[in-house]
C-alpha cells in the first residue's frame, strides 16, 4: 500500500472517540452485571415514558383580552319546561345593559303544550314572528251602550217578573252548577274572572249584555242552544284552577259538554280570543251554533255537532291549548354586553294572579354559542381532563341545590361527566327548580367566559363557551313571577391551543436518556467495583 494511503489510515484513526480496548484486557463481574440489568430498566422505563409524551399531545392556555369584534353577537340556546305556565301565555324576553329590549320574542322561539310530568301533549307552536292582531276592547261609548242595555234589562224584569219575553241573563255558575251547565248545553261560553283586574271589570258590562243578546236567540224551548256564563274565581278557586285557568279573564267554550279531550292524563280547552265587543261574542257563539242547524236538529231531534274553528279558519279567535305547561324552545342573538333573558306569562289583554303564579322549571339545555359536534366535545373534554365527577357535582351545592325558603333544586338526570364537557359547557342542564310557595321568582346569574380551542394540525380553532351558575330564589313584590337568567360575558378570552413535542426535541431526550443513564450507571459501576477491590485488600493485609 502506498504510504501516502497508510498515512491518511491513520490520521482518520487519530480522531476517534471510541477508542476500543482489546476484549482479553477487560473482565466481567457480578456486580457490574446487576447494575447494568439495572441500567436497561431503567432506560426502557423512561424510553416508554418519553415516547408516550411525545405521543399525547398538550394544552397550552394563554389569557388574553377577549378579541370580538364589536358588534359581534352571541347566541343563547334554551329549552325550558314550565309544568304550571301555559303557552297561552308564555313569553321569551331579553334585555341588555344597553337599553335594548325585546317582548315576547316569536321568530325564534317555539312552544309545546306539556302536561305536569313533562310529556308533550300537542305539535310545536311556532307563530313565526308575525304580529298578532291585538284584541280590540269596546270603547266608550260601547260600553255605555252595553250598561244601559243591562241595566234596562234589570229593570224590565223587575216590572214584569212573570213575563215569558225576557231574555235569560248571564249563568253564575259554581263547582255544584257548572258540570251540569256543561251538559245540558250545546255550546257553553264561559268567562273566568277575578274582581280585582281591570280586564275583566271592563268586559263585564260587554259580556252580560252579550248574553242577552245571545240568550234571545237561543231560547230555552230549544234543545241545541248556547248559553253564555262566568265565574268568580275569587270565590271559586278551586274551580278555576281545575279548569287551568291562569290568566284573568280566561273565556272558555265548552262543546258537547265539555272543553277538554281527556286522555293520558292531558286536558286539552279551547280559549277565546277575539274582540271583547258584544258583536263580536254574539258574532262568535252564533257562527258556532247558526240557526239552521238549531231549527234542523229540533225538527230531526238530533243532538248538533260543533265543530270549532280551526287555525287557518278563525284561529286567532280561538286557541286550542293543549295542556297546563309549556315546553319553550329556542335562541336568541344577543350583544357581548351584561344581560337577560326572562320567561313570564304575558298578555296585553289580561291579568295575572302573582300569588297563585308556579314558575317551577326544568332546564333541558341552556348553553352559549353554537352546539358541540362529538369531536369538539371530546376536545373540550380533553381540556378539561382531571375534573372529576365529585368537584364537578360540587358547583351545584355550591349553586343552590337542596331545599330553599322559597324553592329548591334538584339533578333530574344523572350525570355523566368524565372531564366537565357537559357541566361547564351547559352547566344549567338536567336541573330542576321548584317553587315551594306561589309568586316565586327563580334568578340565574350566568358568568360566561369564551374558550377557543385549537386542535393539533387544524388551521383554526373553534370557539365554546363556558359558565359558572349561581341561582336562588325570592318573594315577587313588584313584579309577575318569572325565571330569569342573568348573564354577564367576561372580557377576558381564554386561547387553548392542542401542541405536540417537537421531534428534535424528541430525540435529544431519548439520546440524554441513554446516555445519561449509562453514565450514571457507569460512575455507580466504578464506585462499586473500588469499593469491593479495596475491602479485598483490606482483608488480605489482615491476613498477612
Not at 158 to 174: F, G, I, K, T
Not at 474 to 481: D, F, L, T, V
Amino acid at each position: 500500500m502506498a504510504p501516502g494511503g497508510m498515512m491518511s489510515r491513520s490520521r482518520l484513526k487519530s480522531v476517534d472517540f471510541y477508542r476500543k480496548i482489546p476484549k482479553d484486557m477487560t473482565e466481567g463481574t457480578i456486580p457490574g452485571s446487576v447494575i447494568s440489568v439495572m441500567a436497561s430498566l431503567v432506560i426502557a422505563m423512561l424510553l416508554v415514558s418519553e415516547i408516550s409524551t411525545y405521543l399525547t399531545p398538550q394544552f397550552n392556555t394563554r389569557v388574553v383580552v377577549d378579541r370580538s369584534l364589536d358588534g359581534d353577537l352571541m347566541r343563547i340556546n334554551f329549552n325550558v319546561s314550565f309544568p304550571a305556565l301555559s303557552c297561552e301565555f308564555a313569553s321569551v324576553d331579553v334585555g341588555d345593559a344597553m337599553g335594548l329590549n325585546r317582548y315576547n320574542l316569536t321568530k325564534t322561539v317555539f312552544k309545546r303544550p306539556i302536561d305536569q310530568n313533562l310529556n308533550p301533549l300537542g305539535p310545536i307552536q311556532w307563530e313565526r314572528g308575525g304580529k298578532q292582531k291585538p284584541v280590540e276592547h269596546a270603547d266608550e261609548m260601547q260600553h255605555d251602550k252595553a250598561q244601559a242595555l243591562v241595566k234596562y234589562h234589570v229593570e224590565e224584569k223587575a216590572r214584569n217578573p212573570n213575563a215569558d219575553d225576557h231574555p235569560l241573563q248571564v249563568l253564575e255558575l259554581s263547582p255544584k252548577t257548572f258540570e251540569s251547565a256543561k251538559k245540558q248545553t250545546t255550546v257553553l261560553l264561559v268567562n273566568f274572572y277575578a274582581p280585582w283586574c281591570p280586564w275583566s271589570r271592563r268586559l263585564d258590562p260587554v259580556w252580560k249584555a252579550a248574553a242577552l243578546e245571545v240568550h234571545k236567540k237561543y231560547p230555552e224551548t230549544l234543545a241545541n242552544k248556547v248559553r253564555v256564563a262566568e265565574v268568580d274565581c275569587t270565590k271559586h278557586e278551586q274551580l278555576c284552577v281545575a279548569q287551568h285557568v291562569q290568566g284573568y279573564p280566561s273565556v272558555r267554550v265548552y262543546t258537547k259538554g265539555s272543553d277538554a279531550v281527556q286522555g293520558g292524563g292531558s286536558h286539552d280547552h279551547a280559549s277565546y280570543h277575539g274582540d271583547r265587543t258584544v258583536e263580536a261574542i254574539v258574532k262568535f257563539a252564533t257562527d258556532l251554533l247558526p240557526e239552521w242547524k238549531t231549527t234542523e236538529a229540533e225538527e230531526k231531534k238530533k243532538q248538533v255537532e260543533v265543530r270549532l274553528p280551526s287555525d287557518s279558519h278563525g284561529g286567532e279567535t280561538v286557541k286550542k291549548i293543549d295542556g297546563p305547561g309549556c315546553s319553550v324552545t329556542g335562541f336568541v342573538l344577543v350583544k357581548k354586553v351584561p344581560g337577560h333573558l326572562w320567561i313570564t306569562a304575558s298578555s296585553d289583554a289580561h291579568s295575572f294572579a302573582s300569588n297563585a303564579m308556579n314558575t317551577s322549571h326544568v332546564v333541558h339545555h341552556f348553553y352559549f354559542g353554537q352546539q358541540l359536534s362529538p369531536s369538539r366535545k371530546r376536545y373540550l373534554e380533553k381540556f378539561h381532563k382531571g375534573v372529576d365527577e365529585a368537584s364537578s357535582l360540587g358547583s351545584l351545592a355550591a349553586a343552590g341545590a337542596g331545599d330553599g325558603y322559597y324553592g329548591k333544586v334538584e339533578d333530574v338526570a344523572k350525570r355523566s361527566v368524565s372531564g366537565a364537557t357537559e357541566d361547564w359547557h351547559d352547566k344549567l342542564a338536567n336541573l330542576r327548580f321548584t317553587s315551594l310557595d306561589g309568586g316565586t321568582t327563580h334568578e340565574h346569574y350566568l358568568q360566561t367566559v369564551l374558550t377557543t380551542i385549537k386542535p393539533w394540525g387544524a388551521n383554526a380553532g373553534f370557539n365554546v363557551y363556558e359558565y359558572t351558575q349561581h341561582s336562588h330564589f325570592m318573594k315577587a313584590e313588584k313584579e309577575s313571577p318569572r325565571a330569569k337568567f342573568f348573564f354577564d360575558p367576561s372580557p377576558m378570552q381564554i386561547y387553548v391551543s392542542e401542541e405536540r413535542q417537537k421531534f428534535y426535541h424528541f430525540i435529544t431526550t431519548l439520546m440524554a436518556i441513554v446516555g445519561g443513564v449509562y453514565s450514571v450507571m457507569g460512575i455507580a459501576d466504578g464506585a462499586v467495583h473500588n469499593g469491593i477491590a479495596m475491602l479485598r485488600k483490606q482483608n488480605l493485609g489482615k491476613q498477612g
